[in-house]
């Protein structure tokens, strides 16, 4: 299947209501009747040309044309390039992975890139994106603690009820071993305890527990000084080990403290 080809028109159209009013693939797809594809391919193309809105709305569609499809370049059976944007954007969404993406993707161009290909351009999109901060975790030093954002479930076996059950995580930050148990709540005691026999499991005690600003732990959500839930604080006197509550992003950071206030537990 040949990708669709659009009028200079229509790539401009699309890329008006992509960059100046911020509408979703498909609300662009439906407005001018065009496939979601030719969308995302429009606005690969774009970004890879290096163009901004400002440039396309004084261009001519001839100087268009020749940005977006250089001299030379086949148009005859090109397989369209999957959105980046829009994939990072879904990975975001619990339970979303590059599969079931790629399956979409698919449904819409059913002779584009296969898997492997597809992870690939999605995955040098992202290397390109944004510096990291690389951290050095010395073995022992940190354990990191929390809950998993989407629940698991288990089947009671005598009436074959679902069950919704909270999933308790546990990682050490050098070897990222992992200790992972279901508990029925969030609350104080599922949450010591899962600390007891994450500790047995590892066979010693870290350096620090580090866990999210989970109210079960942590009473007052501050960035600057939380306050930690006194059964917490009594686990780690009797292990020795000290509760440091990851800190949490703020846009104004000078402005936070002013704002940290005690959790109701």
């Not at 979409?104 to 690939?120: A, I, K, N, S």
């Not at 992972?180 to 104080?188: M, S």
Request: glycine fraction near 8%; include cysteine; hydrophobic fraction near 35%.
């Amino acid at each position: 299947m040949a990708t669709e080809r659009l009028s200079m028109r229509k790539h401009r159209e699309i890329l008006r209501l992509k960059w100046t009013l911020g509408r979703s693939h498909r609300e662009v797809a439906r407005s001018l009747g065009v496939s979601l594809g030719a969308v995302a391919a429009t606005v690969g193309r774009a970004r890879e040309a290096g163009i901004d809105w400002v440039w396309v709305e004084s261009a001519s569609e001839e100087e268009l044309e020749r940005r977006l499809y250089p001299a030379g370049e086949s148009t005859a059976g090109e397989r369209p390039r999957p959105d980046c944007v829009y994939l990072h954007t879904e990975r975001r969404r619990p339970g979303v992975t590059l599969e079931l993406l790629h399956d979409e993707y698919l449904q819409q161009h059913p002779d584009g890139y296969r898997y492997t290909q597809f992870c690939d351009i999605y995955r040098r999109w992202v290397k390109g994106q944004r510096l990291s901060m690389r951290q050095v975790h010395r073995a022992g030093e940190k354990l990191f603690a929390d809950y998993a954002g989407q629940k698991p479930h288990i089947v009671d076996p005598v009436t074959g009820e679902c069950v919704d059950v909270e999933l308790f995580v546990a990682v050490l930050g050098a070897s990222n071993f992992t200790f992972a148990e279901a508990t029925r709540t969030q609350r104080g005691p599922d949450w010591i305890a899962s600390h007891v026999r994450a500790l047995e499991f590892f066979g010693g005690v870290p350096g620090a527990i580090v866990p999210d600003q989970l109210k079960s732990g942590v009473t007052i959500s501050c960035r600057y000084e939380p306050g930690i839930q006194r059964t917490y604080e009594e686990l780690a006197a009797h292990y020795g080990t000290v509760i440091l509550p990851a800190r949490p992003a703020s846009p104004r950071d000078k402005d936070y403290a002013s704002h940290c206030t005690p959790s109701v537990l």
